[in-house]
């Protein structure tokens, strides 16, 4: 019987992940968070009082098996001043879907069936719905606000109870692994774990959960946390389940590329710091799994990581 994966995550490095997992035999369900309001998701979301579908379309398209002018096509960023500017095709696409099919729920499983995806990519929720970020005397709203403003926050809630998709439950409930993707920590990972039906279910079920630590540190949000600093963290919002298993990077990343990052960019490599790792009781699968994209850009290794991935689900 083909094991059964449920990844929780948003943006880039959930792309990543996806884009060698469909590569193996294993049923993978996405689930994405939707309280992005950054960019032309923040405006659609306004303007059309919808949810974020940014972060979902980008995913979509990672698990896409279908021509490339096609996913190029969906890809494309109006140029041109004026109502379209900077929209990219597919949000148009999942924006009108939203209003044909009900929600974005269905609005996504038809775009999985036009992408041809193996698997599911679900959003958390269907609702509209804001990240709270709360801090001793002040609250921020909106994702951009909470990543600008950490540093001041000591938990994070959403604006009001959200209803978690059922499909959503019932994929948790069949996973064989549960994985936390690499991503922006506290904007893409943890929305899904302040989502009380989301917790509920971790306690019943008995999957193991997975972290894909992140390669980078992302300024202003994690500087210079560790591998153990991320797991902890996570833990924090998990409650009563904690991370099992963390698969993070051992390997040398050239210098010139660390040293653009933190000059330009003030991102540091993430260390995986194993003692650490050892008091937290976590299996750590450590290998090199940086890619250096042809822009210079640090990645996971997307089929190195899948098969990681892969690896441990036919030896537990």
């Known amino acids: 019987m083909m094991k059964k994966v449920l990844i929780f995550g948003g943006g880039t490095g959930l792309s990543c992940v996806l884009s060698g997992l469909k590569l193996f035999p294993v049923e993978v369900t996405s689930v994405i968070a939707v309280s992005d309001d950054g960019s032309s998701t923040g405006v659609l979301k306004e303007e059309l009082d919808i949810p974020a579908v940014g972060d979902l379309g980008k995913v979509l398209l990672s698990m896409a098996n279908v021509d ?51 698997g599911e990519v679900l959003p958390l929720t269907a609702e509209k719905v804001d990240l709270i970020g709360h801090g001793e005397t002040d609250t921020y709203v909106g994702e951009c606000e909470v990543s600008q403003n950490i540093k001041n926050i000591q938990n994070l809630t959403y ?8 499909t959503v439950l019932d994929k948790m409930r069949e996973a064989d692994l549960i994985i ?36 980078v540190c992302q300024p202003g949000e994690t500087d210079e946390y ?44 993430v260390t995986l710091d194993e003692e650490e790792m050892k008091k937290l009781g976590v299996t750590v699968i450590a290998d090199d799994v940086v890619h250096i994209d042809d822009k210079g850009s640090i990645r996971h290794n997307e089929l190195k990581t899948a098969y990681l991935v892969f690896s441990y689900l036919m030896n537990s």
């Open 68 to 118: 490339e002018d096609f996913v190029k096509l969906l890809s494309y960023r109006f140029k041109k001043d004026g109502t379209l500017y900077n929209h990219p095709v597919r949000n148009i696409l999942l924006a009108a879907l939203i209003d044909l099919k009900g929600d974005l729920t269905e609005a996504s499983k038809y775009m999985c069936k036009l992408l041809n995806i193996k």
């Open 159 to 166: 604006d009001h109870p959200i209803e978690v998709s059922q």
């Open 180 to 215: 936390l993707s690499p991503g922006s920590l506290y904007t893409s990972i943890i929305p899904h774990l302040i989502a009380p039906e989301v917790k509920d279910t971790l306690k019943e079920i008995s999957a193991p959960i997975m972290y894909i630590s992140n390669l």
């Open 226 to 269: 560790t591998v153990s600093d991320h797991v902890k963290e996570l833990n924090r919002y998990l409650g009563d389940r904690k991370v099992d298993i963390v698969v993070a990077n051992n390997g040398k990343v050239d210098e010139k590329v660390t040293d653009v990052y933190r000059t330009k960019e003030q991102k540091s490599i």
